[in-house]
């Protein structure tokens, strides 16, 4: 059993940043942040092996930054010139031996 914990959503301005945290109950998986909007399917945002290899949806590249803590079983994703269609719940994902485990989500919103 994997437990994930995020924090760091808000409200922010547009071209504004927040940092998402989530913190495993293990450690050296493969994590991602995934997000869904209302009323669309969830999206894969940016991923991070356990080495530090990472990948990004075309809509976040240049803005967004996944990197990961180790020694404290955290992952982030820092958002940078965040825009209104960044709105979303944000959402910490892991897959291990075979099981599929997702933090609780985190609201983020853009908006003036």
């Known amino acids: 059993q994997v437990q994930l914990v995020e924090s760091g959503g808000g409200l922010v301005q547009p071209g504004g940043s927040l940092r998402l945290s989530c913190a495993a109950s293990g450690s050296g998986y493969a994590m991602a942040w995934y997000r869904q909007a209302p009323g669309k399917q969830r999206e894969l945002v940016a991923a991070i092996t356990s080495g530090g290899y990472t990948n990004y949806a075309d809509s976040v590249k240049g803005r967004f930054t996944i990197s990961r803590d180790n020694a404290k079983n955290t992952v982030y994703l820092q958002m940078n010139s965040l825009k209104p269609e960044d709105t979303a719940v944000y959402y910490c994902?892991?897959?291990?031996?075979?099981?599929?485990?997702w933090g609780q989500g985190t609201q983020v919103t853009v908006s003036s």
């Open positions: 994902y892991t897959a291990v031996r075979g099981l599929n485990y």
